[in-house]
């Protein structure tokens, strides 16, 4: 089982750039995330999708967008890429947003660098 | 006050020891609990999840839950060297929150 897989592994941008951050899973989840991690900030929630064809706002949003492409597929956006953006990225799907079933299952995460 | 905090350590123990990790949390609505585990340049990983108040045991690794005072921690008994890790702790649902986690260093 694949689980969660993310493309790319690395990617190093200069400001200004765009790209997107896919994310697929082969579990059936319903639900679906995507996370930032710095250093001493711990994971914080940028976008999340409840359901396909739902995408909400978390905690951290400006400067990105989402797509949820289909009930596997969950990819991230960044228009105009900042400095700011430097980060660790990860994916993330559970069976559902609530409940006892829905511990979250994680990529392998994206190493983002905006020079 | 962040919404679940956790102390950034690094908490370092002998191998052997009992190492304990502990979670506040500002959210009197969150009813349950899950612990995570990341290694080094890896992604966080469940190891438990517990609901109920009390202690709730899986192998050497113990959740307990006091929700009164908003407090969940995690022991880890005859701690190894492989448990070196930052561990974090989430609240099920709601606004999916994480601590900033828990640095663990376990020397030999």
């Known amino acids: 089982n694949a689980g969660v897989t993310q493309t790319p592994k690395f990617q190093v941008l200069k400001t200004g750039q765009s790209m997107t951050l896919q994310c697929a899973q082969d579990m059936n989840h319903n639900s679906m995330y995507w996370y930032r991690q710095d250093p001493g900030m711990g994971l914080r929630l940028i976008y999340y999708?409840?359901?396909?064809?739902?995408?909400d706002k978390g905690e951290v949003p400006n400067g990105y967008n989402v797509s949820r492409l289909n009930k596997r597929e969950f990819s991230l956006r960044l228009e105009s890429a900042a400095p700011s953006q430097t980060s660790v990225y990860f994916c993330?799907?559970?069976?559902?947003?609530?409940?006892?079933?829905?511990?979250?299952?994680f990529g392998n995460g994206t190493r983002l660098t905006v020079t | 006050q962040k919404e679940v905090e956790q102390n950034s350590g690094p908490l370092s123990v002998p191998e052997g020891a009992i190492a304990s990790l502990n979670c506040t949390y500002s959210?009197?609505?969150?009813?349950?609990f899950f612990w995570y585990r990341q290694y080094s340049g890896k992604s966080p990983e469940l190891i438990m999840f517990i609901y109920s108040n009390g202690d709730k045991e899986d192998g050497r690794f113990t959740a307990q839950l006091n929700k009164a005072s908003q407090y969940v921690s995690l022991l880890i008994r005859d701690s190894q060297p492989s448990d070196s890790a930052t561990y974090l702790c989430?609240?099920?649902?709601?606004?999916?929150?994480f601590g900033q986690g828990t640095e663990l260093s376990v020397k030999p």
């Open positions: 989430a609240p099920e649902g709601g606004k999916l929150i």
């Open positions: 999708s409840a359901s396909e064809g739902t995408t």
């Open positions: 993330a799907s559970s069976p559902s947003g609530q409940g006892f079933n829905s511990p979250l299952h």
């Open positions: 959210d009197r609505g969150s009813q349950s």
